[in-house]
């Protein structure tokens, strides 16, 4: 992302973005294209019946796990060493293969990014884990992003299963019209990632992944919403079943708390404290046209076991921001928040928590 303080420059951004864009930054995306897909080295055995199929869901930070970045409330880094990159993804590897999903979605991946050491993290995790396919789909690529020493940049959404993915599609979301060309330009670029899995018995199986604006003020974040919810309803009417899910930087309506959170920066930080008021119902559609993991009546009663992410790891969890939908049905499930809830201490992976359930296939 650009700095705004560079935005003063932007008589030279718009002569750098109209005439060099094919030869130095190369950001752009078409409104459709394929997705990259991807094969592990060595292959394992794959279920051959699959009745229950179990989907997790996660916001992995780039390998970042808890270093706090320079966005970020008393954050100093800009880039990690392959140490750090390839222990924090390992941490995420033995999650992956003790909970042993079939199918695994995943926002900001990281690869080829001078951020992460220019290793490839959909590679690296499918060659050490028993998922044997990916698709992935980037939101924030640059040859060169020429501020905040982020250099080459490529990351965005991930979907990785057992079963062979026979395609993949990259659906471009509203960028933020709010911002100046230059800076639009070069901010990350959302999108929506579907995903058909050659489940056993039902080959045309679809799982969408994306993952949601989180700072705007002109409802930018409200049209992806819509465009989610669509693409989702356009796939029931066809009579295509799905699994979606991700990270949806908004709250479902009965949350309790819309802004000052416990974990909110009291210091200096690139961007302003997060304020969810006058978005209540923006998932309201979701909830009530598809079948969610979270149960909203529940949800309303007691927000806390459904938050799935925090900005300080000494607070914990503080709000809810992942989810999981289908137009089938979900047997069981929850966000793996610690030992407590969900077996597994996930809070030193990432700044959010993994969503995890039980899908209910053959129906």
Known sequence: MIHRALWPLWPLWLFLLTGCDA????????DVEDAVLYTAKSLTDAPESADEVLVINH?????????LFFWECGGTRYNMTEGEVKRHLNA????INETEPDILMLQEVDILSQRSAYIDQVQYILDRTHLN?????????????PSDGMGKMDFGNATLSRWPITEATRYALPLVGEYAAYYQYFYLKRHILDATIQLPGNPDFHVVNTHLEAFSDDGTKRK????????????NDDGIDFVAGGDLNSLPAGSAVLKEFADECTGESRFKGDNYEGEE??????FTDFN????IDEYAEDNSPWHSYTGDAEVGWTRTLDYLFTNGTWLEGEVMQSEEQGGYDTLPLSDHAPVRALWEAGQ
């Open 59 to 67: 916001n992995i930070k780039y390998g970042g796990a808890r270093l």
């Open 281 to 286: 119902d923006w998932l309201d559609a979701l």
């Open 224 to 235: 992806q919403i819509d465009q989610f919810h669509g693409h989702l309803a356009d796939l």
């Open 133 to 145: 396919y990916g698709a992935y789909a980037s939101q924030h690529k640059s040859d060169f992003l």
């Open 23 to 30: 030869l130095m930054f190369r950001t752009g995306f078409d």
């Open 92 to 95: 995420v590897i033995d999650f």
């Open 292 to 295: 969610s993991l979270m149960p």
